[in-house]
Structures are given as C-alpha cells and as structure tokens.
T-cell receptor, first 116, second 114 residues
C-alpha cells in the first residue's frame, strides 16, 4: 500500500516568505508526527497529532510555526516569515496511534526547505 | 527530557563482518526502542524495534538487544553487505504524556566496504 507522502519534495523560498508543507499519512493511521532534520540539531520532534487534535506542540521552535490536521488525515505545517535558520528537511511520520502503547512510526521522504 | 547518546558516530567494516551500534538513554520511563536506517535523500526507515518487556529480538541478519537496568540498547548487523551502508539512528520513546514521540540519537554512519 501507499506510504507517507510529503509535498513538495523540495522548496526554495526567500527569507520573509510564508511556506506550507503537506503530509498525507498512511490510510487508517490516527497518529501523525512532524520532525525536523538539520545538520546542527539532528532529528528533532516538532508536533504530534492524534486525530485532528494536537496534544503535544512542545517541539515547535517559535510562534512562526503552526500546524493543522483536517479530517483525521492530511496535515499542513506552516512557517510564517521564514528565516535562514528554518532551512532543514521537514519529515512527517504516521502510526496507528491509539491507547495500545507505542506503535511503529513510518516516515515520508521529507520536504527539503531552503531559505535564501 | 530524554537524553540519547549513540556510539560510534562512524563505523567502517568489511563486507561479511558484523557491526554493532550502541544507544544509551536517560529516561527510565522509555518503553519502546526502535532503530531506523536512513539513506541519502530518503526518510528514516524502521528496521527493527523492541519493547521493554523483551531483552532481545532478531530478524534475519539484524538483532536488537536491550538492557533496561543499564539503560542502553544495541543494534547488531551480521554478515554485512554494501547495501547496509547508510546512517542508522536509535530513537527511544516513552508512554503516557510523551505520546510516543521519538528522541533520536545523533546517528551512526555505517560504511561497508566490498
């Protein structure tokens, strides 16, 4: 079946512009995570969704970052007024979620974001 | 929060040799211990995982061992092949209010020479 799909795969934009990154999770997966991978910080957690709710936003680095999820499926990560330090690969993962303990997370191939 | 250390940072082996990567974590509440493989331009791929009630798990050439008392777990790859060359990450996770979020180690670059 289809895996986690992210778009666009690459995005180049000018400093100060807003960007939207999209994630299509695996069908039936109720849990969705966003992570960021950069040379300086490694792989770090940003936000977690269970259904359409985000009980953990603790990893969002500033109020310029926001995310939403609609219909318990697609999620969008928005970065406003982009800065050069936002340049990174943004990864989305999904899992079965629920209350049965940790479920394996499956990752997309990410969006490589470059801020000029 | 969870502190994760992964060693070594680079590992070079000859084809057919074994490779071992160790991950040390700080949060005693961690109860899920996956290993991911990442190839250039791709997202991390889950290769094996273990839960806290099990000490060892094996899947063909790959195994994971867990020592909860010492708070470390290790990835073992036997009979390495050139296609095993990649970056490997450990990413322990806890339950409850951690919501299963993964805390990644710094990664190990494994190179398998033909």
């Amino acid at each position: 079946g289809a895996g986690v799909s992210q778009s666009p795969s690459n995005k180049v934009t000018e400093k100060g512009k807003d960007v939207e990154l999209r994630c299509d999770p695996i069908s039936g997966h109720t849990a969705l995570y966003w992570y960021r991978q950069s040379l300086g910080q490694g792989l770090e957690f940003l936000i977690y969704f269970q259904g359409n709710s985000a009980p953990d936003k603790s990893g969002l680095p500033s109020d310029r970052f926001s995310a939403e999820r609609t219909g318990g499926s697609v999620s969008t990560l928005t970065i406003q007024r982009t800065q050069q330090e936002d340049s990174a690969v943004y990864l989305c993962a999904s899992s079965l979620g629920g209350r049965v303990g940790n479920q394996p997370q499956h990752f997309g191939d990410g969006t490589r974001l470059s801020i000029l | 929060g969870e502190n994760v250390e992964q060693h070594p940072s680079t590992l070079s082996v000859q084809e057919g040799d074994s490779a071992v990567i160790k991950c040390t974590y700080s949060d005693s509440a961690s109860n899920y211990f996956p290993w991911y493989k990442q190839e250039l331009g791709k997202g991390p791929q889950l290769i094996i995982d273990i839960r806290s009630n099990v000490g060892e798990k094996k899947d063909q050439r790959i195994a994971v061992t867990l020592n909860k008392t010492a708070k470390h777990f290790s990835l073992h790859i036997t009979e390495t092949q050139p296609e095993d060359s990649a970056v490997y990450f450990c990413a322990p996770a806890g339950g409850g209010t951690s919501y299963g979020k993964l805390t990644f180690g710094q990664g190990t670059i494994l190179t398998v020479h033909p």
